[in-house]
């Protein structure tokens, strides 16, 4: 008889999170599903009920996947995680995989694959893309911090200041901070230089 393991997804896109739900609720594996669009609403729907399983997507309108992932941690949260991105970035995926993440998996692959890997998961496997995590001493997640990482993601991105702060709740001189140190230790002096450096991942 299977156990069957209640469900998070936490995604502010309506019609992502209902189409994963449909999909979803088809697995024996999957008990209860509920869906959130906001850190908040994921970090009460967290206390309130007995879930097994976030689906988590990396890029919240109000908040960082990350730093949702880890307050939801702090918060005494216990089951498993399976981050969904709509960009497939090693880096993005060998954070993930740092914090202890389950999974990993990109918006573009199709329902039953995300099905797939949350009964993976949920079966005491992990799921992320093969060859992603193969790393070498020159990459980025080895020369930058995990703040460090997702600030310069942001960077990219093309966010300012101001708004990467509000996202992580910090000040806007903290932000400033880090991406002086992201300058310094990749060697580049503007957003555009960073940008290139990363697409080229060349260094």
């Known amino acids: 008889m299977n156990i069957r393991n209640n469900v998070l997804i936490v995604d502010d896109h309506p019609m992502v999170c209902a189409a994963i739900k449909t999909t979803l609720g088809t697995s024996a594996l999957v008990g209860d599903i509920y869906t959130v669009a906001s850190q908040k609403a994921a970090l009460d729907a967290l206390k309130?009920?007995?879930?097994?399983?976030?689906i988590l997507?990396?890029?919240?309108?109000d908040s960082d996947g990350f730093s949702?992932?880890?307050r939801a941690l702090l918060d005494g949260y216990k089951g498993h995680v399976l981050f969904l991105?709509?960009?497939?970035?090693?880096h993005i995926i060998r954070t993930a995989a740092k914090l202890g993440a389950q999974g990993f998996i990109n918006k573009a692959e199709s329902l039953e694959d995300i099905t797939s890997a949350?009964?993976?998961?949920?079966?005491?496997?992990t799921f992320f893309p093969q060859g992603?995590?193969?790393s070498?001493?020159?990459d980025l997640d080895e020369i930058l911090t995990e703040r460090e990482l997702t600030v310069m993601r942001y960077l990219i991105e093309g966010l300012s200041n101001k708004d990467i702060g509000e996202k992580l709740f910090i000040s806007n001189k903290t932000v400033s901070t880090y991406k002086t140190k992201i300058f310094e230790k990749l060697g580049v002096d503007s957003v555009i230089s960073l940008a290139k450096l990363v697409k080229e991942d060349s260094f």
């Open 57 to 61: 997507d990396i890029e919240l309108e």
């Open 136 to 138: 070498n001493d020159k």
């Open 48 to 54: 309130k009920n007995n879930i097994t399983l976030i």
């Open 68 to 70: 949702l992932y880890k």
């Open 132 to 134: 992603d995590l193969v």
């Open 118 to 125: 949350v009964e993976l998961i949920l079966r005491g496997f």
């Open 85 to 90: 991105s709509a960009k497939q970035d090693k």
